[in-house]
């Protein structure tokens, strides 16, 4: 009889604990979701502004909401000179750099390739995090990282199939764009400013370990929004960020921050409408859920999941532009999850170092 009783116990305690893996699962890699879809909303956006205003628009609003949310829950601020330094590093790494680079790239070159190129850091962050915090891999694990290249590769591959992919390839008929290959040389490769955002964002990675140890990861994550912002809307001001109008309204003697108006003037309601989507959810977010589980979890573990960004973005593509996906493409999709599997796979005689397993987090 008591068994009886307690079986609807066991179940629900059964039913809660999947209720909570599920939940923290969809939490863990919602960033990455939010990242992929962005990528194709800031592309709409990018005709009718500046890479740094667009850079700028993400990253304020964001920061803005990231540090009023922390400080209204009680998270303490920077409180020393040394804090300030790693969150104004912080700031110009992964902050500036890291989207004005993406911005950049995003004006000479697709959001899908682009998404590819950025979304291998995995591979840079594995080699920092095992050289700076002794994080290791599997066999599996190394695996996994190749693996996944290869799955991006196959998301931009040319062809419905291997034998059409290797056709385009040995007649000629497709030639991935090199750095150096186009007019402008290096400065005007989108795949070039896609690359340095890809490292920009993986030493952004690695550094909120250090920067955590002096300033919450919430309230540090705010602030190097802000600041980041802020230095690429004070770029945008000064140099009018390549905008014809903005260039000529600051020889003719008008004052920066008429010519940071000028580069906002050509936005529309639409695109403000993607540019709050972006820098809430893909920015406010997203980064703040990256970077709090990158300073208690596996950075290489974490890192992983960005492939899962541009399966994301190819989704989104398919839903609300009505992008087709080829099967060489969903292919590309199911390795690149393999990936995933494979890299955060920890057999039990080899437990993993460097932080706790994401999954207890």
Not at 28 to 40: D, E, Q, R
Not at 208 to 224: C, K, L
Not at 332 to 338: M, N, P
């Amino acid at each position: 009889m008591a068994s009886n009783v307690a079986l609807p116990a066991d179940a629900s305690s059964a039913q809660r604990s999947l209720l909570s893996t599920i939940s923290e699962t969809a939490l863990l890699i919602s960033p990455f979701f939010f990242w992929g879809t962005s990528m194709v909303a800031m592309k709409s956006v990018v005709p009718h502004t500046t890479p740094l205003v667009l850079g700028a628009l993400r990253l304020l609003p964001a920061g803005l909401v990231l540090v009023g949310w922390a400080a209204a829950s009680g998270r303490k601020q920077p409180g020393t000179l040394k804090a300030w330094a790693w969150v104004l590093a912080f700031a110009l790494v992964d902050a500036a750099a890291f989207q004005g680079f993406l911005a950049e790239g995003l004006t000479k070159t697709s959001a899908g390739l682009g998404s590819v190129i950025i979304d291998s850091q995995p591979l840079s962050v594995a080699v920092l995090a095992a050289v700076l915090f002794g994080e290791r891999l599997s066999g599996v694990g190394v695996g996994g990282l190749l693996l996944g290249v290869a799955g991006l590769a196959m998301l931009e591959v040319p062809g419905d199939n291997l034998a059409d992919a290797a056709q385009a390839v040995l007649s000629g008929a497709w030639r991935p764009e090199l750095p150096g290959g186009a007019a402008g040389g290096l400065l005007g490769n989108g795949e070039f400013w896609m690359l340095l955002a890809a490292q920009s964002m993986a030493i952004g990675t690695v550094m909120v370990r250090y920067v955590t140890r002096h300033v919450d990861p919430i309230m540090a994550t705010g602030w190097h929004m802000i600041i980041g912002g802020a230095i690429l809307a004070a770029l945008a001001a000064s140099t009018a960020g390549g905008d014809a109008s903005a260039v000529a309204a600051l020889e003719a003697g008008s004052s920066p921050l008429a010519s940071l108006a000028t580069q906002l003037s050509h936005l529309t309601l639409e695109d403000a409408m993607c540019m709050s989507y972006v820098s809430l959810m893909g920015g406010a977010m997203s980064y703040g859920i990256f970077f709090w589980y990158a300073s208690h979890g596996s950075l290489t573990s974490l890192s992983s999941l960005t492939f899962l960004t541009p399966v994301f973005a190819s989704a989104a593509g398919y839903l609300a532009l009505g992008e087709v996906l080829s099967p060489m493409q969903i292919l590309g999709c199911a390795v690149t999850l393999s990936a995933v599997w494979c890299i955060n796979h920890r057999p039990p005689q080899l437990p993993q170092a460097g932080g706790k397993a994401l999954k207890s987090q």
